[in-house]
């Protein structure tokens, strides 16, 4: 199972990146995805996930509004759409895949990506 992020990068205050999550070795069809970050010197926090079935989405609240996750099961990818970004959300990003759950948990998702720098610049 691999779990390829991309897309991260430098972008100033208010900027925007799209980050890209594709998935091989399993069927991403059935997978909850969920995204999460980590900043340096912190522990790692939940973004954001999007179910494998209806797609319904669940956010952290520092996130909402600004965040969107889709996915895409033909290109088996998930998306992460980060607009007005803030020097706050630099942190490597991850994202990782789980049959059963789309939780907030990170401990819940056995499959992880090895994750894409953002850096935020203010």
């Known amino acids: 199972v691999q779990l390829q992020a991309s897309g991260g990068g430098l972008v100033q205050a208010g900027g925007s990146l799209r980050l890209s999550c594709t998935v091989s070795?399993?069927?991403?069809?059935?997978?909850?995805m969920g995204w999460f970050r980590q900043a340096p010197g912190k522990e790692r926090d939940f973004v954001g996930a999007?179910?494998?079935?209806?797609?319904?989405?669940s956010y952290a609240d520092s996130v909402k509004g600004r965040f969107t996750i889709f996915r895409d099961n033909a290109k088996n990818t998930v998306y992460l759409q980060m607009n007005s970004l803030k020097s706050e959300d630099t942190a490597v990003y991850s994202c990782?895949?789980?049959?059963?759950?789309?939780?907030?948990?990170?401990?819940?998702?056995?499959?992880w990506g090895q994750g894409t720098q953002v850096t935020v610049s203010s």
């Open positions: 070795g399993l069927t991403f069809s059935s997978y909850n």
């Open positions: 999007i179910r494998r079935s209806e797609g319904s989405t």
């Open positions: 990782a895949a789980d049959i059963f759950y789309s939780s907030s948990r990170p401990e819940r998702y056995p499959y």
